[in-house]
């Protein structure tokens, strides 16, 4: 806007006003720089600072240009910098001079944190959203195969057998303190920061709780130059959404494992995978390396921005213009990322028999009769002791624990006998009937109890 450089002598230079443009990537906040201009007029006119026929005018004429911003009519002239300047500029086209009282008592730099900080607001109500429709989506897959046994593995080496459903539910808990985190970025980003100015407090006598109140704020902010300034909030979103995405990216890798022809746990749905186009056999689980591999995406934003903010004293420094593309890139990641998750995870088939089968193989029966002997008075390590030497030998002979005979049991220890083979995964699985354990009747409870939380933070 020209009176912003009337002081200069020369228009900026074309490299100049593209490289300091952000109006490309801001004009996404045009609704809460709309909605947040709208208060403080009305703010304005309630403290007599202008009179209230004008403030009706620059709300009239505010909504006029969400309109046509919406109906795809608002041209983004890039001279205009940025969306607030863009904004403004058209009001002044739109009800002449009176619009220049709306900046009365503002500056950009208060105007720019409070948008963000709008932004974040919506942003983390939206992320929980799509993180608690995720969550139903696995505790369903979970209910519906609730009886299915699979292997459970450490270092990826077949160790115990366990609940498919268990191992969902694992899944489910994750997200629970990804949403309850990003929950917790919701208090710090609910803070009010216009009044600040551009960094000291305006002059004029301000109604702020005013403005929190109208824009659904639940404190203002305790500091002008800290709150023109800081992005902290912006951080905490940026690390509770890498979080999230490295749980997303866990839950990738499994999908890509189970989908594989080696493990043959599940099918995807065609609708969530791709073809190659040269080997026809090929259905690849595209949609979870997509965001296995986006997750890098997400933690470069979160390093990118904690970078930006190492070095600026106080107050706002203009580097801060940098904290919006990378936030907004990680908040449709994540989002695209939930969203193709909740789809996937809703349609994929289980082979429960070749999970099944697995979760014979392996000996991972061998904690189960080391616990055997436990309870036949046996100490556990020498138990443990036992049953190696027990497992050494039925891999010599290359056959399963099961298939070995009550003598061949005997040779290792005089305490086993004919309820050796009572001995089963379904017995195993039963057997863990812990809180937080995988026995089909605490799976029930967790998932009972996780239908009861979901979508509930605090
Ligand atoms: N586009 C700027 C930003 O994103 C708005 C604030 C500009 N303030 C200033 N003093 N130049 O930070």
Known sequence: MSHIRSRFNKPPSEAMIGYTLSLPFDHRLYRYDIDGSIAHAKMLAKQN????????AICRGLEDVAAEIENRKFTFRTELED?????????????GEVAGRLHTARSRNDQVALDLRLFVKDAVAETIAGISKLQLSLVDLAEGNKDVIMPGYTHLQPAQPVLFAHHLLAYFEMFQRDAERLNDVLKRADVMPLGSGSLTGVAYNIDREFVASELGFSQVSRNSMDAVSDRDFVIEYLAAASVCMMHLSRLAEEIILWASAEFGFIELDDAYTTGSSLMPQKK??????????????????MMAMLTTMKGLPLSYNRDLQEDKEGLFDAVDTLLSSLCVFYG??????????????AAMRGYMLATDIADYLVARGETFRSAHGITAKLTRYATDKDKPLDQLSLDEYRKFSSLFDDDIFKVTAASSIAARNVTGGTSPQQVAKAIARAREIVGKTE
């Open 49 to 56: 600072i202008i009179p209230l026929e004008d403030a009706e």
């Open 284 to 301: 690849n689980p595209d949609a979870a390396e997509l965001c296995r591999g986006k997750t890098g995406r997400i933690y470069g934003h």
């Open 83 to 95: 969306i607030h300047m863009a904004i403004e500029a058209r009001l002044f086209e739109i009800i």
């Open 344 to 357: 996937m995870i809703g349609s994929l088939k289980v082979n429960k028999k070749n999970m099944e089968r």
